[in-house]
């Protein structure tokens, strides 16, 4: 499976004291995604996934950044067991040294013989993302210097499902807990009497 992907983004920011006219600047994102799956046995899957991301804009001297994914998986797969553990290798580089990330990820799905339709959900992994250009240049609020997130995440749940001919009820409950380092978060605040910006 071969996918490909162009977005064009263009920022406009008000005039101000030093400017007469607005301003307007542009970034262009194009992402490439290239994956493989392939069963070795009733019970076992393998995969990868090769994704490729290039951001170019003219907001700061023609900035860009890249980012390249590698991820392989496997799957198990059994009567009451499905489990999928992988792992990433991630780089990405913008105009300070690249950075290289490995990310490891496991998540079980368990169905209880004894209770038809009940399942038992967890699953864990380390978590990257870098900032985009809005993050770092939107204008206000944004910030050039922002690092990237790192940290883990880890979720568990639970899924109870009843059917019939006419009908079906499902019930979902889940409990997530994560730690992150230099989380990118956008706060609310009043730019006048009732504008609101970020």
Do not use: C
Not at 27 to 39: D, F, N
Not at 59 to 84: M, N, P, Y
Not at 86 to 98: H, M, N, Q, V, Y
Not at 140 to 150: A, K, R, W
């Amino acid at each position: 499976l071969l996918s490909h992907a162009v977005e064009s983004l263009d920022y406009l920011t008000d005039a101000n004291q030093n400017q007469e006219t607005n301003q307007r600047s542009s970034s262009r994102s194009t992402r490439v995604l290239t994956s493989a799956k392939r069963a070795i046995s009733d019970s076992w899957l393998l995969g990868t996934e090769l994704s490729f991301g290039f951001d170019q804009s003219n907001i700061k001297s023609a900035e860009h950044q890249g980012l390249i994914q590698a991820d392989a998986f496997a799957g198990l797969e059994r009567k009451h067991v499905q489990s999928t553990v992988g792992i990433a290798l991630t780089r990405w580089s913008a105009t300070k040294l690249p950075e290289v990330h490995l990310l490891p990820r496991v998540e079980i799905r368990v169905v209880p013989t004894r209770f038809d339709g009940f399942a038992i959900r967890m699953s864990g992994g380390q978590i990257f993302r870098p900032p985009t250009f809005a993050d770092r240049y939107w204008v206000p609020g944004g910030n050039p210097d922002l690092l990237s997130e790192t940290g883990w995440a880890a979720d568990a749940g639970i899924q109870i499902l009843r059917s019939s001919e006419k009908n079906s009820l499902e019930f979902t409950a889940s409990l997530f807990s994560s730690t992150l380092y230099n989380k990118i978060v956008w706060f609310p605040s009043f730019g006048g009497s009732s504008v609101q910006i970020w």
